[in-house]
Structures are given as C-alpha cells and as structure tokens.
C-alpha cells in the first residue's frame, strides 16, 4: 500500500514497550504521519518490527546513525533497504568515504532506494558541550561544514537543527533538510538543546519535522498530532 499525502510529520516511535507502540500505531495513518525506528526499539524489536510498520504502510525512517568503516557502513544501509525502508541516515562525521560507500550501495535499489540522510550535530548538544569536543568551529560552521561534504558525497540530506535550517537552504533546493528538537509552544524541551516550534521551523526551511515524545507522551497523541498538523497547514 502506498501512502497518499506526504507529511512533513515523522513520529519518532521511541517505546520500550511493543505492546504500547502498537496501540499508537493503530491510531495512526499513513496519511498522517511518517514514521521513525530508532536505536532503542530497533535493539528491543529488531527487522521484524520495522517490517511489520512498512506493511501497514507507513514510510519508516530507520535512524540507526551508522558510524562505522566504509565497508562496513555500505552493507548496513543495504541491509535497510532490504526492510523497505524510506530513509537511512548514516553520521556525516564518518567522512566522505563512508558516505560515498552507504550511497553506492543504494544504487542498485534504483528509484525504490531509501533515502539517504548525513547527521551533522545532534540537536541536544549546545555550545558548551561541543566546545569540550575540541573542534575549531562553533556548531553553526560544523553543521554547514558537514552538510556540504554529505551533499558533496551524493547524500540526499541532512539532520540538523531547525535552528540551522535557513543557512543550509542556500546549499541545494533538492538537499532534504530533516530536523529533530521540535517543540510546539509550551512543551517540555527535556534533554535537547537547539529547539523550534513546527511552524518556525518550516518556515526556516525544514523539509521534515522529527517529533518525539511531544507527540507519543501526550495525553491524547491522536490529537496532539492533528494539532500540530493543523499548526502547520498552509493558510
Ligand atoms: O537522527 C535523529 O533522528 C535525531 C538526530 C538528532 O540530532 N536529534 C534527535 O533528537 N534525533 C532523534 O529524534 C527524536 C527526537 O525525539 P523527541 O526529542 O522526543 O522529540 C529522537 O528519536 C532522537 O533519537
């Protein structure tokens, strides 16, 4: 089954719990909403829980962040686009080789590949914990810095921070710019750092929203969505 509209939603589905994730599922369409596999459900869950979502339909970004030798990096996203997943992302940190490698090995998957997305800094990193890193530049420079060498390696976008999105629109119309840290107005930022509400956020150029625990702790996620939906509907 095809998903009909594409949203600019992606629920981050981070459930300890598959019993509770599958009763949020249930309510959900994939008109509605894309959405996200991470570390946590992938390790708990494994494939089979990534297969069951793409055969409901669902566009299903597989965030696994794979860091890791070229070689070795290649055969992972192969290995997700076997699941049928939408999109992959690797960390854009491996440097161009690895990225390069993770992109040749989509080629044979033709227009039915996933997409393939470079993290640049995580969004629950501020100033003062990416200064201990030892890195020349500040987040901004480092975020554009990696996202010129994941286009350059053939990537079809970025994860940043909405906060960096309206610099990294100059790089290509096409490059996909996926942003975690949404916050609507009000909501807890927890453990993240480089924030924006859903609306700003498009308006500074995010092609995707990565909503999390804004949505999936909410008291009624159903409507919370619809919310967010509405919020960022064009008038
Ligand atoms: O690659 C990601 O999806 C990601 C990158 C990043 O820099 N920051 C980030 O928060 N994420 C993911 O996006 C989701 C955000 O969830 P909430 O903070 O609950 O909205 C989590 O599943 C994170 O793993």
Redesign the pocket.
Known sequence: MQPKSDSKIIV?L?FNDLQDAKALVEQLDPELCKL?V?KEMFTLFGPEWVKYLVEKGFKVFL?L?FHDIPTTVAKAVAAAAELGVWMV?VHASGGDKMMQAAREALQPYGENRPLLIG?TV???MDEAQFSKLGFQRDIDSQVYALAKLAHSAGLDGV?CSAQEATKLSGIDDKFLLVT???RPIGADV?D?SRVMTPKRALEAGASYL?????ITQAANPLKTLCDISESIAID
């Open positions: 981050a981070d996200k991470g965030d962040k992302n993290v995580l969004t629950s994860v975690p840290g949404i927890g993240q990565v909503i999390g625990r804004p």
